[in-house]
């Protein structure tokens, strides 16, 4: 197993593309379809004396650009097959329209986050000169669901359904002891690794809310995709930017315990403010922002009102939210792991 480290200015920098090549050769996410990272791209496999056309399988963790936007180009190019899932494949076939690309979308989005006009001004401006060919050629898919086990590059990847960042994000477990060209992270007393995608990040806390809007109760849903993880106890995770998490567990009771912490701070500002709208509780949490983080930060924010809502923590009212349990209990919104006494997210919350 190879990890292929690609620029990506427009994101989260740095991701990750993994190939494996055994019996046959496969990859794990592609990259976003800008003609920088794909010479990345082809310059890293060649580095291993791979091509496109070489490419048996791609995997996909989810259907943002910068994991699926060469996926068609490599289809092309060697007929691979590639695998997402059953929620994202529509985003990967081109049979849905993106929000960056979907104007009736983006009001429907920004009117019940109550986004100012001129900030949907530059939130639109900045998608339009982003967007263009962002997501590359459309990829005929096969679709795969949670528990499903995927045969890619000579390796058994067992699908873990993983929603939240966006509806169809999934894991993918792996015995590293199967693994061409891998030196499993525990040696001998090796388990389990997972590929996660933007499940689970080293550095960031993956965005809830804006960076898929279709996603239904998005902080919910989440919140019991890290708590799997922190179930599974895997030796190690191969996310999709930056670099390996060798504790995935408590790296993602850190983040389960962060959204805690980010949840009594909106409860916080709507009782020190009254009510106020996503684009609101965004600008007392996260400031001023730019560029992408404008479509993240209320996004963000409204997944947490969105959670206080169906508790009845809070009231909507418009496009407003009111607070009416002051001191809820926070902790029970959320589910419990045995890591949870060890880890502290309240930095950045």
Do not use: C
Request: glycine residues 10%; aromatic residues 6%.
């Amino acid at each position: 197993m190879k990890r292929i480290q690609l620029g990506n200015t427009v994101f989260e920098g740095e991701n990750d593309v993994y190939l494996l090549d055994g019996e046959t050769t496969a990859l794990v996410d592609t990259g976003v379809a800008l003609p920088g990272v794909r010479g990345e791209l082809v310059d890293g496999l060649a580095e291993h004396g791979r091509s496109f056309a070489d490419v048996d399988a791609v995997v996909l963790t989810h259907w943002h650009p910068d994991h699926a936007g060469l996926a068609g180009e490599v289809q092309a190019a060697g007929g691979a097959d590639v695998y997402v899932h059953e929620a994202d494949a529509g985003l990967v076939d081109g049979a849905e329209t993106p929000l960056f690309a979907d104007r009736d979308l983006q009001r429907e989005t920004f009117e019940r986050w109550g986004m100012p006009a001129a900030d949907r001004e530059r939130l639109t401006g900045f998608f339009d000169a982003v967007s263009a060919d962002l997501s590359g050629d459309p990829a005929d898919v096969t679709t795969f669901g949670d528990g499903d086990v995927i045969e890619a590059g000579g390796v058994e990847l067992e699908v873990l359904h993983l929603p939240g960042h966006t509806a169809g994000l999934s894991g993918f477990a792996f015995d590293p002891r199967t693994v061409p060209d891998h030196e499993p992270v525990a040696g001998d007393d090796a388990t389990e690794e997972v590929f996660t995608g933007d499940a689970l990040l080293p550095k960031y806390t993956p965005n809830v809310g804006g960076a898929d809007v279709r996603v239904e109760g998005a902080l919910a849903a989440y919140a019991e995709s890290l708590a799997r993880l922190v179930a599974r106890d895997f030796d190690a995770a191969h996310p999709g930017h930056r670099w390996r998490i060798d504790e995935p567990g408590r790296r993602a009771a850190t983040i389960l315990d962060h959204h805690r912490h980010r949840t009594r701070r909106v409860i916080d500002v709507l009782d020190e403010s009254g009510p106020a709208t996503a684009w609101e509780v965004s600008a007392a949490l996260f400031g001023s922002l730019e560029d992408i983080h404008v479509l993240h930060g209320p996004g963000e924010a409204f997944s947490h009102l969105d959670h206080l809502a169906a508790a009845g923590v809070v009231e909507r009212d418009g496009t407003a939210y009111r607070l009416v349990d002051p001191e809820p209990d926070v902790d029970a919104l959320f589910p419990t792991t045995p890591l949870d006494d060890l880890v502290d997210g309240s930095e950045d919350a």
